[in-house]
């Protein structure tokens, strides 16, 4: 019964939600000159200009309802989904984010780096403001959210992990929350690291909340956060091995007998995704 | 030194050599313990490690303090946790985005209803929904989470009594905290792991009478409200281990980033449900109350006064769903009319439980093979959220809970994180309680209201 977890190799290339796509990133540069073509050429191009960029845009799935490597006879299975990645957010932003951003570049430009230096794109989705940050400038950048009078972010709501194995070079993140009092404004702040070299500085030092939550994530994800107090296990034995959270780590389990059924653990069950 | 009672043991030759004097404590047996304090060999202002827990009634579960004395002295408390680590968050994602519930509803036990809709408002966002979600579904989500946040704060003021010896206070509070969970139990249909509240809605309607089970309870509350204030309010033991304890000031709150109550007992009005409204909140009328002395009798009072509003707005909820009248799956729903997402069946209590009802049954059944189709589909593969992540946050009657959700675009979530209040808090602990009186570490946990729950997940 039970089904392999791992995607398909056609999808191997599949990305996972607003996070940087991995292969060629559709950047800026290549946006702008699709606008030149836009701008000049006729309207006409525009369906053909949208659908190529659509092919372009990675596979997030291909096939349906689960079709994993099977021959397929319904045709579903040669179906390929695109979408297209989440780029840098073009300005403005809308909201108040534009004010948020401006007033960091300016804080950062304070201490002679520019906005780009820290901070390596901007992603505004759902009503909600992202800043990638490069994992060398993150106590900067936070000190600065929370020191500059326009940002005022006073409470870090704590960082928690995402693994994303497929994101090669980038596989873990921690994603940080930070909420102004001040302003009533809320800030997410994401760094990606590799697997192979899992260290991001420690927060502690601007916001001392960041101790239990970067133990929990160290316990978790396995982010090393260079410069915490004392990077212990927080929530599985001190003896554990491995770190739970991440995709590579088994749920586990084991089958249970219920009103005579044999109930398989959670990851051996048959799933229709 | 040498054990003679069976209860108490000598620790390790290592460990002596390396660490000092090893006693191991179990029952009552503290006479060798006693014995060695009282010897002359025990030098004055030798420090003691005292393991408090993880087995001890007065830490709201399974919570280890490690202590350092100086005699009654508190040098140092460093609160250990994990006993209660039950990997909600790792099995959420094995599970379809509507199962998700019934985890994330088990973290902070206390307050299940807010689990769920801190989630189900992260999920909403991630599918674009979060303004299609029918009108009276919102209102029963804030009259759920009202009459839990008022069994939330009882069971917080009510062991406040308990673990400073006053059973009377205890008695009192459970009392009334228990009609709170019997107007839960009428609604959801239990005492606590709900599941009610789901994407696009919550489950089911409000059952018959479930208006006058509600207006019922606000009327008789008010004498209880009375005899608990009479009860605790000026008791001079009560006062005498509260005020003045536990003292974390607002600076203090930022740095470790304490929200909730201990904010608000700081003198800072800040109220998630003023400040980002949710759910429909800034149509409600009331007050977020404060108090300015950053103790742990403030953060009592404050919670009392909490329930006075958390009364207001369920009566509030009540006169809105009086006024809207009886509700149904056409005229007034409370899942999302969206049948992609919504659960396809209106639920029924039948003779063996809740179930589909009767009518979905013999629709899908008897009349429709799409219907069949579609029933099968949502219900085994649930549905698909676009990828992305969302972070929403309420306010919980212990501070900001948040849940950080992520979706790959799959039907079952990336990952899901719970920002728990109470795992933040236990970190100040510290801050709060070095320095000062053994005895007073007792009320200083309980003004924070931990929930182990919450805090292991």
């Known amino acids: ?273 | 030194m040498s054990s003679s009672t069976p209860h108490a043991a000598t620790g390790a030759t290592d460990a002596e050599a390396a660490e000092g004097r090893v006693y191991t404590a179990g029952g009552e047996d503290w006479d060798e313990i006693v014995a060695a304090a009282q010897s002359e060999d025990f030098e004055s202002g030798e420090r003691m490690v005292i393991n408090m827990g993880p087995q001890h009634p007065s830490t709201h579960g399974v919570l280890r303090l490690v202590l350092t004395l100086e005699g009654e002295t508190v040098a140092e408390v460093r609160p250990a946790i994990g006993y209660l680590h039950t990997g909600i968050e790792k099995n959420m994602e094995y599970r379809t985005w509507t199962q998700g519930v019934t985890f994330c509803t088990r973290a902070d036990y206390l307050m299940p209803i807010f689990n769920e809709t801190a989630y189900c408002l992260a999920v909403e966002r991630l599918l674009g929904i979060e303004d299609k979600v029918p009108e009276r579904a919102q209102i029963i989500r804030v009259l759920l989470m009202e009459i839990n946040r008022i069994s939330s704060h009882l069971g917080g003021i009510a062991p406040m009594g308990l673990e400073l010896g006053a059973t009377t206070i205890y008695t009192q509070g459970a009392r009334w905290r228990e009609r709170t969970l019997d107007l839960l139990e009428l609604i959801t249909g239990l005492r606590m792991n709900h599941a009610f509240i789901r994407p696009g809605g919550v489950s089911q309607d409000l059952p018959p009478g479930a208006l006058d089970a509600i207006r019922a309870f606000l009327d008789s509350s008010q004498p209880l409200v009375r005899r608990l204030h009479a009860l605790i309010d000026a008791n001079p033991i009560f006062v005498g281990r509260n005020k003045g304890i536990a003292y974390l000031d607002l600076q203090g709150c930022m740095a470790l980033g304490v929200t909730g109550p201990i904010l608000r007992a700081t003198g800072l009005p800040w109220d998630l449900r003023k400040a980002q409204p949710y759910c429909g909140y800034e149509t409600y009328d009331f007050e977020v109350p404060t108090v300015d002395t950053c103790d742990a009798y403030g953060r009592y009072l404050l919670r009392m006064n909490e329930i006075d509003e958390s009364m207001k707005i369920m009566g509030q909820c009540v006169d809105r769903l009086a006024a809207r009248g009886a509700g149904g799956p056409e005229k007034d729903p409370v899942m999302i009319r969206d049948a992609k997402i919504g659960w396809p069946a209106a639920l029924s209590l039948g003779p063996d439980g809740l179930g589909p009802s009767p009518e979905h049954i013999a629709h899908i059944m008897g009349q429709s093979m799409e219907a069949l189709i579609h029933h099968f589909k949502i219900i085994t593969e649930g549905f698909r959220v676009p990828a992305g992540q969302a972070y929403a946050a309420i306010e919980s009657p212990r501070g900001e809970l948040g849940a950080h959700v992520v979706s790959d675009g799959d039907t079952r979530p990336y990952r899901v994180h719970l920002r728990d209040p109470s795992f933040t808090h236990l970190q100040s602990v510290a801050a709060m309680c070095e320095g000062g009186m053994v005895a007073d570490l007792i009320p200083a946990i309980a003004s924070l209201d931990p929930v182990m729950g919450g805090v292991d997940r």
Not at chain 1, 167 to 173: C, I, K, P, S, T
């Open chain 1, 1 to 273: 019964m039970s089904e392999p977890e791992q995607p398909p190799k056609a999808s191997a290339e599949e990305t996972h939600g607003s996070e940087a796509p991995q292969g060629p990133r559709v950047g800026s540069g290549e946006q702008a000159q699709s606008d030149e073509a836009a701008g000049g050429g006729a309207d006409g191009d525009l369906p053909v200009r949208l659908g190529q960029e659509r092919l372009n845009a990675p596979v997030v799935r291909t096939g349906m309802f689960g079709i994993h490597g099977t021959p397929d006879t319904s045709g579903f299975g040669l179906l390929r989904v695109h979408r297209a990645p989440l780029l840098d957010s073009p300005r403005p932003y809308g909201s108040y984010f534009d004010v948020v951003a401006d007033a960091l570049g300016r804080a950062l430009q304070a201490d002679g780096l520019g906005f780009s230096d820290a901070i390596e794109h901007v992603v505004v989705d759902r009503g909600e403001l992202t800043f990638y940050v490069r994992r060398e400038r993150l106590p900067q950048v936070a000190t600065k959210l929370r020191d500059d009078p326009e940002l005022r972010f006073e409470l870090c709501t704590g960082v928690s992990g995402v693994h994303y194995p497929e994101e090669v070079g980038r596989e873990l993140h921690a994603v940080y929350h930070m909420l102004s009092i001040t302003h009533n404004r809320r800030v997410r702040l994401e760094v990606s690291v590799p697997d192979a070299d899992p260290h991001v500085p420690s927060l502690v030092g601007v916001y001392p909340t960041c101790n239990w939550h970067e133990r929990e994530t160290w316990d978790f994800f396995g982010i090393i956060f260079d410069g915490h107090p004392s990077l212990t296990r927080i929530e599985m034995p001190d003896d554990w091995k491995g770190h739970p959270q991440r995709k590579d780590y088994p749920l586990g389990g084991i089958p249970v007998e219920y009103r005579g059924a044999r109930i398989p653990p959670p990851e051996d069950r048959r799933h229709y995704s």
